[in-house]
């Protein structure tokens, strides 16, 4: 389990930056499997107007978070899938190559999963890249992994004991996780009836659904759909500029809890290709707030901007040490974790 001596990390969509590149035989945004090319890669802010909406480019104007708010007040949630879908593509083609036992096991991310594991990983990304890796590493699994009890379901031939072991690793989801959604209503009898009814919990559990990617967390599998089913577009806080209200998710704040005593006692906070954008304000100030409360609270910005950043930020939070590491993640990787 993580010590008050170990950092804790803040991944953003940066840290996802260099694992296409990792992957193997690559072209353009495409890795091959076999001789078949696949178009696949984790999706960054500038990639997303193409993506979701087939724009070249974004209007002085117009910001890629009003796009999103907008198709969902007309109720379009195409351009949120095809988002959620570009993520679990890659990790489905990419993580596999990546892992220890993967085609391509001397890459970063390795080599930082290995060096941290039994840390804590806090993350505004909806992908799965961090707790498959730590799966990998056996620091990880799905039943209690993301920082509170989850109802998982196993594969037939697999030990039960896995559910007895406890995760060294949290990777604490402050968005929502593509593969977790709330099981908010149990079917219950009146007393002397017959009938069962449909009642809402007083409090949701979580159920562990991993979609697409369920391979990737053997011996876990999904659990068949029941009255509370949530389909995948509708597990995460969307990309829009008030998040506020998707904020108060049972979910999220659920994680957000457990995040809290974490931030309050870790050695440091090492933000990794996070951004800190301010649309995101309401997101990261809780995060910075119970930082704020442990003893010492000190933050390793890496990022290929991180000196503008840290300046921005030592302004808006003077009461937090802002240390800047500017290099991409395969960078600060290679000169040996500086600042963690």
Known sequence: MCKVSDPVFLLG????????????????????VGEFEIECGYPLAEDLACLCFGKVSLSNTETIEELFAEAIARGDWAPLNKLYHALMKADYYIVPRLVPNGTNPANPYARFFQRFRGCHFLTFNYDSLPEIFLLSLGAWFAHDGYGLPVKVDLSPAADREILSRRSKSYVLHLHGSLCIYPESYESKKEPGGT??????????????????????????TRISAGNSYVTVENRVVAPVPNKATALQQDFIQAVRDRADPILESCSALVAIGYSFNKLDHASYEHTLDALSRSARPRVAVVCPDAALLSRRLTAEYPGIHWEPREATFEGWVDADFPGA
Request: net charge positive; aromatic share 16%.
């Open 13 to 32: 969509a940066g840290f996802n930056r260099d694992a296409r590149r990792h992957a193997g035989r690559i072209q353009g945004q495409s890795i091959y």
């Open 195 to 220: 009938l069962e009814w449909l009642v809402r919990k007083e409090t949701p559990s979580y159920v562990f659904d991993p979609d697409a990617i369920s391979h990737l967390f053997l011996p876990y």
